[in-house]
């Protein structure tokens, strides 16, 4: 549960952790239990939680009736939208694009004590509060996703596509999962790693921001459909 800078996952289970998995335990011996990502179904599998049920992939679709975003020129080179917290990575995030005199734009709210520590960290940084997601998504070129923990599946990487921004995704959970869609450029970094997050700089020259082509539009509704009736079947337990 307790997670900061310097550690991106759980060493272990905490002490309020137990009772609840042995409740899982015996609340779940039978049924079927969905997962969201592979990751987050292999973790589970390890911690040996959900032992005797059967175990469903099914990922967060995505409405179908989202705007429709088209290419145009975008005010942002890099962005980041979604909670302010040490889990999310953006300490090591901000300490690599201020010594490369780079900023990042950030969309979302946290505990103000956290934020000025991170102003600290990137006084080039700029902090914007809470935004509408679509109208800071279509001024984005390149949207990082930097968590340090393992994400079950972050639907914003799924969003990112289609507004049309290149994306640039942590290697942890199950973020890469949500960004397999065809036609769709993804960089995934370390972003424990000073190196690896540097080299989004390089991607982000050569990756053109998205193209909301009918071709990327199809596949993401196709998938969407996929999922949606993956979820139906589930309700009617076939």
Request: aromatic share 10%; charged share 30%.
């Amino acid at each position: 549960r307790n997670r900061d800078q310097n550690k991106s996952n759980c060493g272990g289970s905490c002490v309020s952790c137990i009772p609840r998995r042995f409740l899982t335990k015996l609340l779940w011996r039978d049924g079927i239990v969905t997962f969201v990502s592979e990751r987050q179904r292999e973790l589970h599998v390890k911690a040996k939680v959900f032992g005797g049920t059967s175990k469903v992939i099914v990922q967060n679709p995505i409405s179908n009736e989202l705007p429709r975003i088209e290419y145009r020129s975008r005010k942002y080179d890099y962005g980041y939208i979604g909670r302010i917290s040490p889990e999310k990575g953006l300490a090591n995030l901000l300490k690599v694009f201020e010594s490369n005199h780079q900023t990042l734009h950030i969309a979302g709210t946290g505990e103000e004590k956290y934020i000025e520590a991170l102003r600290k960290i990137s006084p080039l940084a700029n902090f914007y509060g809470f935004l509408d997601k679509w109208e800071f998504l279509k001024e984005v070129k390149v949207l990082i996703v930097p968590s340090i923990w393992e994400e079950p599946a972050g639907r914003i990487v799924r969003e990112g596509i289609w507004a049309g921004c290149s994306l640039a995704i942590s290697k942890y959970g199950g973020l890469q999962e949500m960004g397999e869609i065809p036609e769709v450029n993804i960089f995934v970094f370390d972003p424990l790693s000073e190196p690896s997050i540097a080299k989004i700089f390089k991607i982000s020259k050569k990756y053109d921001t998205q193209l909301n082509s009918s071709k990327l539009e199809m596949n993401l509704r196709k998938k969407s459909n996929v999922l949606l009736d993956e979820i139906q079947k589930l309700l009617k337990n076939e």
